[in-house]
């Protein structure tokens, strides 16, 4: 695949752009104050890298321990902006007994439908800044609270160390602690030259790559018909901007559930690597079914699997009996 002229003189500064992983300094941005009823503690001001992430936008906090049969998935997901994390979330949502929710969608629904938060997440998206941690805890935790003894993924939140702690703490309230922190590790090389095939359904937040996911019909969404733009953010200037973020807020926050799961066994921390989604699928599904069997699969994801085994069985004996055939003749 070839990649644009603008995205290999990008390469040279990615090495510039790592800083030290223990560092937690972060870019002076500025932030979003003026939402009523929302605190404005000194953790609550930082701000955190807005992705317009794809996946379904519900979710699910469980109550529960244990390991293996009856424990609950609690899982969040860090990764490069553009390395799966929406891509995978789903895959898993749609084989699996999982609720997801995005950040990324419930903001899309706000810029959609034009709320205050919506306008200055458009705003600040476009010039790939930075929103408030108070405005994205709100939003994520009313909804978690909502919804009781079930596996959930939560994509998109947190992005900062701070982020992480004031997350924890709300789930220790909940008597629902983390569970599982999956890092999903994509060379800088790939994402730089996966963003410039990428096109979206703002909608519904399905992302299409004309590389090796492209719409049916070109320029238009699958299901919908609809047509498909590119996202605000996905440009190289923007993308380096958000890798730098990136690098800064998050190395600390995985650092910091490491340490965690050092002491707390209820905790699992996992490295996936690979170049494509389709390359990581097979860890992550691994992970689940090893450390959180009660987590079943759909039925329709059954009645699928079991119908495919059905045709490749006939196809089998079709073969044989045609092999058999011959030889006899």
């Known amino acids: 695949m070839s990649v644009p002229g603008p995205l290999f003189s990008l390469r040279a500064q990615l090495h510039v752009l790592r800083p030290n992983v223990q560092s937690s300094a972060r870019p002076r941005l500025s932030t979003y104050t003026g939402r009523r009823g929302i605190s404005q503690s000194t953790a609550a001001q930082k701000a955190i890298p807005f992705s317009l992430n794809t996946g379904r936008a519900e979710t699910a906090p469980a109550t529960g321990h244990g390991h293996g049969e009856g424990r609950f998935l609690r899982m969040i997901m860090f990764g490069k902006p553009g390395a799966g994390k929406g891509t995978l979330s789903a895959r898993l949502v749609k084989k699996y007994e999982i609720v997801s929710l995005s950040t990324g969608d419930l903001l899309r629904q706000h810029i959609a439908e034009k709320t205050e938060v919506g306008l200055l997440a458009k705003e600040i998206v476009a010039a790939g800044g930075l929103l408030p941690d108070d405005v994205m805890l709100k939003v994520v935790t009313s909804k978690l609270d909502k919804l009781y003894n079930k596996h959930w993924i939560l994509d998109g939140f947190p992005r900062t160390l701070g982020q992480g702690k004031m997350l924890d703490e709300h789930l220790s309230r909940q008597g629902s602690p983390m569970s599982l922190v999956v890092n999903l590790d994509v060379p800088d090389d790939v994402i730089l030259s996966r963003i410039s ?51 800064q807020s998050t190395s600390p926050l995985l650092a910091y559930y490491s340490a965690k799961a050092a002491s707390d066994a209820s905790l699992k921390v996992a490295t996936l690597a690979g170049r494509t989604s389709d390359e990581i699928w097979p860890q992550l599904e691994g992970v689940i079914r090893t450390h959180f069997s009660s987590v079943k699969e759909r039925l329709d994801s059954k009645r699928r699997t079991s119908l495919s085994d059905a045709v490749l069985a006939r196809q089998e004996k079709d073969l044989r009996e045609g092999a058999n055939a011959s030889l006899t003749n």
Do not use: C, I, M
Not at 210 to 232: F, I, M, Q, W
């Open 197 to 247: 095939d990428r096109w979206v359904h703002l909608p519904s937040g399905r992302v299409y790559n004309l590389s090796y996911n492209p719409p049916k019909v070109a320029g238009h969404d699958d299901e919908t018909g609809e047509p498909l733009t590119k996202r605000p953010d996905d440009n190289p200037e923007t993308f380096a901007r958000r890798l730098e973020q990136f690098y």
